[in-house]
């Protein structure tokens, strides 16, 4: 059993950054998949980015050039930079991990079996 806590959420005027981290727990695989997802009030939750444990990264373009996700191994922890927010990405951020060990590509929620309780992102105009 995995356990993610997410921390890091304010927050921040439109322009400026936060950085958020995704502490894991528990058992943990050598080979996995990691995501971070949000969901803004009375929409569905969207992916983001995902990273393998060998450090490959994927971002839907919404965020691509803007965000940056990361983990450091040693600390179990998974990161996501967030510089340019704009108001839109006022949202519940969420970590993930994919059933997988490795990245199917997608964002589907199904594909993803342990969650995080989320952190609350927002941004001021």
């Known amino acids: 059993h995995v356990r993610l806590v997410e921390s890091g959420g304010g927050s921040v005027q439109a322009g400026g950054s936060l950085r958020l981290s995704c502490a894991a727990s528990?058992?943990?695989?050598?080979?996995?998949?990691m995501g971070w997802f949000r969901q803004a009030p009375g929409k569905e939750r969207e992916g983001l980015a995902v990273?393998?444990?060998?450090?490959?990264?994927s971002y839907v373009d919404s965020v691509k050039g803007r965000f940056t996700i990361s983990q450091d191994n040693a600390k179990n922890t998974l990161y996501l930079q967030m510089n340019s927010l704009k108001p839109e990405a006022t949202a519940m951020y969420y970590c993930a991990e994919e059933f997988l060990a490795y990245c199917s590509g997608g964002y589907r929620e199904a594909d993803f079996g342990y969650w995080g309780q989320g952190t609350q992102v927002t941004v001021s105009s």
């Open positions: 990273i393998d444990s060998d450090g490959w990264t």
């Open positions: 528990g058992y943990i695989y050598s080979s996995y998949c």
